[in-house]
């Protein structure tokens, strides 16, 4: 029997905290023209509240690409959640340096009346703790 994968494609991404991320992603323009798009990072895919939320720019010209991008500033506040959920698991006597954080993304574009939905992409996002910071 066929089956059919509705699934967005699944792209892992590997970053550095302080840093900016642009991501550019290209659809077909008629699956991406007149659409709303959004694109967020969460800690927990059940999660009600991004923890981020990519600065979106939507394509320009027919069948041109979009680009997504976390700023530095955001990139950097994710440690601080990571370091906020980590001291809270272990409770104020276990104090521990996080190294990164570990969550999820995706990127929807949808019309203006919020159906169709349809994912373009999603992944695991994992931000490692930087050194430099001006």
């Known amino acids: 029997m066929a089956t059919l994968n509705a699934?967005?494609?699944?792209?892992?991404?590997?970053?550095?905290?302080?840093?900016?991320?642009?991501?550019?992603?290209v659809a077909p323009n008629g699956l991406?023209?007149?659409?709303?798009?959004?694109a967020g990072i969460k800690s927990r895919r059940s999660?009600?509240?991004?923890?981020?939320?990519?600065?979106?720019?939507p394509p320009?010209?027919?069948?041109g690409p979009a680009f997504l991008t976390l700023t530095s500033?955001?990139?950097?506040?994710?440690m601080g959640i990571a370091q906020a959920m980590a001291a809270q698991a272990a409770g104020p006597s276990q104090q521990s340096v996080i190294n990164e954080y570990v969550g999820h993304w995706d990127c929807?574009?949808?019309s203006a009346t919020d159906d169709p939905v349809r994912t373009?992409?999603?992944?695991?996002?994992?931000?490692?703790?930087?050194?430099?910071?001006?």
């Not at 967005?8 to 992603?25: E, F």
């Not at 991406?32 to 959004?38: C, E, I, L, S």
């Open 32 to 38: 991406v023209q007149g659409m709303v798009w959004h």
């Open 120 to 134: 373009l992409m999603q992944g695991k996002i994992t931000i490692a703790l930087d050194v430099t910071r001006p």
């Open 47 to 57: 999660s009600t509240t991004n923890d981020a939320t990519f600065v979106v720019m």
């Open 7 to 25: 699934r967005p494609d699944s792209v892992d991404i590997l970053a550095y905290a302080g840093d900016t991320l642009t991501i550019k992603i």
């Open 73 to 78: 500033d955001d990139s950097l506040k994710l």
């Open 60 to 63: 320009t010209v027919a069948g």
């Open 108 to 110: 929807q574009i949808s």
